[in-house]
């Protein structure tokens, strides 16, 4: 069996195992793994984020869609939002994961695609020995002295090792794309209700002239597939309500997401997780990509620091993560899981609270940024809902 040797072997060619790969000094050796045959396809997310995230990652503007209009649906109410001041940003995935790739190309990177990670072991020298199976080259093995667990909610690495489980709760979504004809190119629609029920649905405007209409449910708090959600969507006809029509032939988008509580544990030793494997998605929408880019980035700044001889570095990853993620992703999962299981009439309630906000307020919702104000506003709402049952 052939037997490959580097520094730091990265677990998925996705947006964090990429921007780790960009951000480690050209002097570290470094292979990534990836088991598609191609850097952005299939798809697997919607690709919603923000233009001013975008913009302070240095990310093209030809690789987005600008919207600055969002609506939210329930079954009988609606509002309608400007974010003018902070808008929306529907990635072009594909294209933008092709150019994250080309940040991190250079000799002393390896990519190998259609390459599936089949198990990692600690060797007695404390290096790591990871078995890969590639659909061109066969079977082979890589020798490493760090490995980076960019793998998605499979947790590859962690899970191969016994330091870490695979989410058993997970977001699962799915997505028609189709022409956009007469749909505005600056305006986003998120709509929850009998629609979408045990998750929430989306349409978004793409910058090559497409929409991507999708459901997202949580899993196994329903055990509705999404693509069920979807063709009951379909057949309830209220996509003529969105101002948007759906042709009989339209291309599908499918992907998974972990919905847990946050953990700050990221490293075991030379053994480091990334992106979605460390459940960096936001717990209100699941938004990743950007998220994955940013820490992904951090990651490899720190770890390449840390092979260079510091070694508060890795540490300091954790605990970086930890006082961005820990409180605001606490609250949004304790959200995430009242939500999941509202009743249609419930939704119209919430949307009604939802237009009491500035819009300011409302994205600071979205993005899981909670301030004290919305934490304080949120139990005492809960609390009253509580005492009205008694009384």
Not at 52 to 74: E, R
Not at 93 to 121: C, M, W
Not at 139 to 153: E, L, N, P, Q, V
Not at 244 to 261: L, Q
Request: overall charge positive; glycine content about 8%.
């Amino acid at each position: 069996m052939t037997l490959l040797n580097c520094d730091v072997l990265i677990v998925g060619g996705g947006p964090a195992g990429l921007s780790v790969a960009s951000s480690l000094p050209k002097s570290v050796h470094c292979v990534i793994v990836h088991q598609d045959k191609e850097i952005g396809k299939p798809v697997r997310t919607s690709g919603g984020t923000w233009v001013k995230d975008m913009d302070a990652l240095a990310i093209p503007n030809h690789l987005y869609q600008v919207v600055n209009q969002l609506d939210f649906y329930s079954d009988n109410s609606e509002v309608c939002f400007d974010i003018s001041h902070d808008k929306l940003a529907i990635l072009d995935v594909t294209a933008l994961y092709q150019y994250l790739e080309t940040l991190s190309d250079h000799p002393n990177r390896q990519l190998f695609l259609g390459a599936k990670f089949i198990a990692a072991r600690q060797d007695a020298d404390s290096l790591y020995t990871s078995n890969i199976r590639s659909r061109e080259k066969g079977d082979f093995s890589i020798r490493s002295k760090f490995i980076i667990d960019a793998s998605g909610w499979h947790c590859s690495v962690l899970e191969s090792l016994n330091l870490a489980r695979k989410a058993e709760r997970l977001g699962v979504g799915f997505e028609y794309e189709f022409p956009r004809k007469d749909f505005p190119e600056n305006r986003a629609i998120l709509f929850v209700g009998s629609s979408a029920l045990h998750g929430y649905g989306w349409v978004f405007p793409t910058n090559y002239d497409t929409i991507r209409l999708g459901v997202g449910v949580v899993n196994p708090d329903t055990d509705l597939s999404p693509r069920a959600v979807m063709n009951s969507f379909v057949e309830s006809g209220d996509a003529k309500r969105f101002g948007i029509e759906i042709p009989e032939k339209c291309e599908v988008n499918a992907g998974v997401i972990p919905s847990i509580a946050y953990d700050e544990k990221l490293v075991y030793g030379t053994v480091i997780r990334t992106g979605d494997s460390a459940n960096f998605a936001t717990p209100t929408v699941g938004e990743g990509i950007r998220i994955a880019i940013e820490y992904g980035r951090l990651l490899g700044r720190e770890l390449g620091a840390f092979i260079q001889g510091d070694k508060k570095a890795l540490s300091r990853y954790e605990s970086t993560c930890s006082k961005v993620f820990k409180q605001d992703y606490k609250f949004g999962f304790m959200m995430n899981t009242r939500i999941a299981g509202y009743p249609a009439e419930r939704w119209d309630k919430s949307l009604k609270r939802l237009a009491r906000l500035t819009a300011v307020e409302m994205t600071q919702l979205v993005r899981s940024h909670f301030s004290l104000k919305m934490v304080l506003r949120t139990i005492w709402l809960s609390v009253l809902g509580k005492f009205k049952k008694q009384v």
